[in-house]
């Protein structure tokens, strides 16, 4: 079960993209099948593209998703609103620094 609020899930969408242009470009440059010992670099090379990917489309979304200031009737009060992303519980600002540490978790891993 995926959980993600606002545009959260596009933390799995440009993982998964990263990944994938990472095997792509793998094939191209080193052909098909790939050499078992460039596996695990291809995969950190993807989930850190992945991270990039995350990373300029939240300062994107963080640009154009500006608060809003809202009064209150009952109790006259300010309150500010702004569109929260979130990838299982974890905002989405975060999520590209934990790629990062997964891509050198994932290049470690037999």
Do not use: C
């Not at 959260?8 to 998964?16: E, P, Q």
């Not at 095997?23 to 099948?33: K, S, V």
């Amino acid at each position: 079960m995926v959980i993600w609020r606002g545009s959260g899930v596009l933390v799995l969408v440009l993982a998964v993209v990263g990944l994938l242009v990472s095997q792509g470009l793998a094939w191209a440059l080193l052909g098909d099948p790939l050499p078992s010992s460039y596996i695990p670099a291809r995969d950190m090379i993807g989930i850190w593209l992945g991270a990039g990917f995350l990373f300029v489309t939240n300062l994107a979304l963080e640009r154009s998703n500006k608060p809003r200031t809202v009064i209150d009737k009952e109790t006259g009060k300010e309150l500010v609103l702004k569109e929260k992303h979130d990838f299982f519980f974890v905002p989405m600002k975060y999520w590209p620094y934990l790629l990062l540490l997964l891509g050198v978790i994932a290049y470690f891993k037999k």
